[in-house]
């Protein structure tokens, strides 16, 4: 049984489709990277998988379990940050990746290692003692990664987990991630990053329209092969269309 | 550890950290003491005429220590409504509003839990400085009165210490309201409504069964006659207003979705 699921899920927002039959699934040890354009599905897919947003149909797994009424058990193995992360901007980063632990399930005796080890992974220590306000955008978004692995997940899900950090936060999470799913962990990434996907996902995925329209093998020219898959189900949608007026 | 004492943990330390706690804590504490010493000692001072001297009348005979912790119940019957109204305002609409709230689904501790122990913190805060306004009241009186506390002053003291409990309860609902709002600006415009139609459920004189209108009669604010109008039903309704406000906000935390 993989890990992560979606299946045939379908979700509007008013008239407009989101989700229009999304299917995917991650493996123990996978890196798999959704990529799309702006408005493709993806973020609506990550928080059904979540439990943030239920499905109009279709179904999500995590770990076996629906992810809106997760047993604590199942989510003690799961990590997310879909959005904003589980921070708190009053309480310092120890404090909050301290908290987090606590939330995730973590045993308190092992917490402030726990804390201290994702801190120094990160490279957040010489913010150790700052409020999570007065972060920059890059150091916020990597005290968000930090709380969401901090019990050491065996299912991650994150979205657009880059889109702040400088070269050297890309490297420390692009690491991070490979590392996990070196232990075994399976872990959904969206993103719009082209160059980074090809450099940290086993499988990308192409999101089109509310679903998976193909994969891309990670590797040169991703940015030419994504528009030419998108461009490819741009033209099938447009023939299936004619075809069901005529 | 995961569940009830996790949340409780991680909420009361995220409330002793927010800006929202540092500023309404010393108000309470410290503003609702000066203020019914203050007013008391204005009132009898001969200072005042007309439409403000008739408006503390009330507080100008007597026996001075009982009109300090009388004054103190008054204020405080509406004040830790307002603290408390602010406080579930900030912990349950803000992360709503900003999308916080989003990262409290698939934790191990469940996102009810959390709201639960959000709850009983906010409720446990407004009733630890409820103590703390009636204990610096009554130090403040035994201090500036003549003749120390009697018997009818440590029966006004219970009274705001109740009715300051109330008032904190009466919050709990607001709790509801920010999630179903999603906004801290729409859960105090609620919270300022409420007050309002408090106003005029009193002036049709339904106050007695109207829990919002209940701690503030109780303690004296509509005169002797009101106080005594409020019986042993009316205050058991009112305390009720907090546990169903509770079960309500866990309920819409636990079904909570498209966050």
Request: aromatic content about 4%; charged content about 15%.
């Amino acid at each position: 049984m993989n890990p992560l699921t979606l299946d045939h899920l379908h979700h509007r927002f008013g008239d407009r489709p989101a989700l229009a039959g999304l299917s995917l699934a991650v493996a123990p040890g996978e890196v798999v990277a959704m990529v799309g354009l702006n408005g493709a599905g993806k973020t609506t897919a990550l928080r059904v998988l979540v439990g943030r947003l239920r499905p109009a149909s279709g179904t999500a797994r995590v770990l076996g379990a629906d992810p809106s009424r997760m047993r604590p058990t199942t989510a003690h193995r799961f990590g997310h940050v879909v959005g904003v992360g589980l921070v708190s901007p009053d309480l310092t980063v120890s404090e909050n990746v301290r908290t987090a632990a606590l939330l995730h399930g973590v045993p308190r005796a092992e917490v402030a290692d726990a804390g201290a080890v994702v801190v120094h992974r990160l490279d957040l220590d010489a913010w150790a003692d700052a409020r999570a306000r007065t972060l920059s955008a890059g150091n916020a978004q990597r005290l968000g990664i930090a709380c969401a692995v901090v019990h050491g997940p065996s299912v991650l899900v994150l979205d657009e987990p880059t889109s702040a950090l400088d070269p050297r936060g890309v490297v420390l999470v692009r690491e991070l991630v490979r590392s996990l799913a070196d232990d075994g962990a399976a872990v959904l990434v969206s993103s719009h990053h082209l160059d980074e996907v090809a450099r940290v996902a086993d499988r990308v995925v192409v999101v089109h329209g509310g679903r998976s329209v193909g994969e891309l093998a990670p590797g040169p020219e991703m940015e030419r092969r994504f528009f030419a898959r998108v461009l490819e189900a741009d033209v099938a949608a447009l023939e299936a269309s004619a075809g069901s007026a005529a | 550890m995961t569940g009830p004492g996790t949340a409780l943990r991680v909420e009361l330390l995220a409330w002793r950290r927010s800006t929202v706690q540092r500023l309404a804590t010393p108000l309470l504490v410290l503003l609702v003491p000066a203020a019914a010493v203050g007013l008391t000692t204005l009132a009898r001072s001969g200072a005042l005429v007309g439409a403000g001297a008739a408006k503390l009348a009330e507080y100008a005979t007597g026996d001075l220590a009982t009109t300090h912790v009388t004054a103190a119940g008054q204020v405080l019957a509406v004040a830790t409504l307002m603290a408390g109204g602010f406080a579930v305002a900030a912990t349950f609409g803000q992360p709503l509003a900003d999308g916080r709230a989003g990262a409290y689904f698939g934790l191990a501790t469940p996102r009810w839990t959390v709201a639960w122990a959000r709850c009983l913190v906010v409720l446990g805060w407004a009733a630890a400085c409820t103590v703390a306004a009636v204990a610096l009241t009554v130090a403040l009186s035994a201090a500036v009165s003549p003749d120390g506390l009697g018997a009818e002053a440590w029966a006004a003291a219970g009274r705001a210490l109740a009715a300051g409990l109330l008032g904190a309860g009466l919050a709990m609902p607001f709790a509801a309201v920010a999630t179903a709002t999603r906004s801290p600006l729409a859960t105090v415009g609620a919270l300022i409504g409420i007050v309002a139609l408090t106003q005029m459920v009193v002036l049709v004189g339904g106050g007695a069964w109207f829990p919002y209108a209940v701690p503030s009669l109780w303690t004296g604010t509509g005169g002797a006659d009101a106080a005594a109008g409020i019986g042993t039903g009316g205050l058991l309704l009112t305390a009720a207003v907090a546990p169903a406000g509770i079960a309500v906000v866990v309920q819409q935390w636990r079904r909570l979705t498209d966050v």
